[in-house]
């Protein structure tokens, strides 16, 4: 079943997201203990090979159809963007309340920006849809945390 017209930007695409955030926080003490010496190293190799994989991804990318060495690239890079966001919060700590009230409305996060996508790519390109999507899905987002908010407060 597909829930987006377009294949590229599709549901299953970005349901990846969702599973990583989940494998981030039940592992993120596990993978922080097995690599707590090489925290650096591991910094050091991320930041090399993640643009490395990103050229080999923009090689065997073919818009018309997905294939499954673009999964498989998509997945490895993201298992690496982990590790380096694991990485960088050893070092610096990542709480504020614009994080936090980010983690209260990402489930409509999630859930709002594929249909944010699917609207917008008819309108925009490259750059400035990414930025746009991201402003209108978080946007969105919150309007729907207040909406819920003053749902439950009404009952």
Same mark, same amino acid.
């Given at each position: 079943?597909?829930?987006?017209?377009?294949?590229?930007?599709?549901? @299953? %695409? !970005?349901?990846?997201?969702?599973? /990583?955030?989940?494998?981030?926080?039940?592992?993120?003490?596990?993978? *922080?203990?097995?690599?707590?010496?090489?925290?650096?190293?591991?910094?050091?190799?991320?930041?090399?090979?993640?643009?490395?994989?990103?050229?080999?991804?923009?090689?065997?990318?073919? @818009? %018309? !159809?997905?294939?499954?060495?673009? /999964?498989?690239?998509?997945?490895?890079?993201?298992?690496?963007?982990? *590790?380096?966001?694991?990485?960088?919060?050893?070092r610096f700590s990542i709480t504020s309340k614009i994080m936090s009230y980010l983690g209260k409305i990402n489930l409509y996060i999630y859930l709002?920006?594929?249909?944010?996508?699917?609207?917008?790519?008819d309108y925009l390109t490259d750059g400035w849809l990414i930025l746009v999507c991201?402003?209108?899905?978080?946007?969105?987002?919150?309007?729907?945390?207040?909406?819920?908010?003053?749902?439950?407060?009404?009952?």
């Amino acid at each position: 079943m597909k829930v987006c017209p377009n294949d590229y930007f599709g549901w @299953p %695409a !970005q349901s990846f997201g969702f599973a /990583y955030g989940v494998i981030v926080a039940v592992w993120s003490e596990r993978l *922080l203990k097995l690599f707590e010496n090489k925290i650096r190293l591991l910094f050091i190799m991320g930041a090399i090979s993640l643009p490395i994989l990103g050229a080999v991804y923009l090689q065997v990318h073919t @818009p %018309a !159809q997905e294939n499954m060495e673009m /999964y498989v690239i998509r997945i490895i890079m993201s298992f690496i963007m982990i *590790l380096l966001f694991l990485a960088v919060s050893v070092r610096f700590s990542i709480t504020s309340k614009i994080m936090s009230y980010l983690g209260k409305i990402n489930l409509y996060i999630y859930l709002l920006h594929g249909l944010v996508i699917d609207v917008l790519m008819d309108y925009l390109t490259d750059g400035w849809l990414i930025l746009v999507c991201i402003a209108c899905s978080v946007v969105l987002a919150a309007c729907f945390k207040r909406l819920e908010e003053k749902i439950m407060i009404d009952r």
